[in-house]
């Protein structure tokens, strides 16, 4: 199957400052890349869906200027946590659709905001 | 807006099978079932997808009703490795794409 990776895999930062998370597909092109986080025991869910060369679109409830994505290449996206506060403490996890009927995850991203 | 529900747990012995069931009694007529499993603190794995018709591969079967209104995973002879926690999802879609949106899981604890 399809590989993504994530960098890094864990991260501490202060409170107030901002993280950048990667997300790269490594053997196939990925024109649409989702963003998701998840809460510990909770289930995962959709933040923002990333499009090639275009702006994300971001589900209701999710702050567009906290949580900045840029998916510059068919290969890598971004998403950048502004401002970082102890409530954004979350595992986040990335996704590359292949074709319509599949889409790969990556191993996810531990967040954690002192 | 969760499509789908799930019983939150269950437990099967090691060799058996696993039957888990999952509701999706608003899915439309175009929308995809999907079921993913996550290992503790890993990504989501894909296991099998469907519409319609029962579909088999060589980790599961997934067996949906005729009306579409609920689906049920069976995973034939599950192993320990098999503990984790199962996601049924409805794909849809949406602005040219197609989103999944998750449903709560169940957590499969395979006992020895």
């Known amino acids: 199957g399809a590989v993504v990776s994530q960098h890094p895999s864990r991260v501490i930062c202060k409170s107030g400052t901002s993280v950048k998370i990667e997300c790269r597909s490594l053997d196939f ?8 986080r998840q809460f510990p025991k909770q289930s995962l869910m959709l ?3 990333s499009n090639e060369g275009s702006k994300a679109t971001y589900e209701q409830g999710v702050e567009k200027d906290k949580f900045l994505i840029n ?12 401002s970082a506060h102890p409530e954004d403490s979350s595992f986040y996890i990335c996704s590359g659709r292949v074709s319509s009927y599949e889409q790969y995850f990556g191993p996810g991203t531990r967040l954690t905001v002192t | 807006d969760a499509k789908t529900t799930q019983p939150p747990s269950m437990d099967c012995a090691e060799g058996r099978a696993a039957n888990l069931p999952c509701n999706h009694s608003t899915i439309s007529g175009n929308e995809y079932v999907y079921w993913y499993r996550q290992i503790h603190s890993q990504g989501p794995q ?25 689906s049920t995973l069976i995973l ?18 949406t602005s040219g794409t197609y989103k999944y949106i998750f449903g709560t899981g169940t957590r499969l604890k395979v006992l020895a």
């Open chain 2, 76 to 93: 034939p002879h599950a192993t320990l490795r098999d503990t984790a926690v199962y996601y049924c999802i409805v794909r849809v879609a």
């Open chain 2, 46 to 70: 894909y296991i099998i997808h469907g519409l319609k018709n029962n579909e088999t591969n060589e980790m599961a079967s997934l067996i949906i009703t005729e009306d579409r209104k609920s």
């Open chain 1, 29 to 36: 092109q990925a024109t649409t890349m989702f963003w998701y």
């Open chain 1, 71 to 82: 998916h510059a290449s068919l290969t890598l996206s971004t998403l950048t946590v502004t």
């Open chain 1, 47 to 49: 933040m923002a869906t």
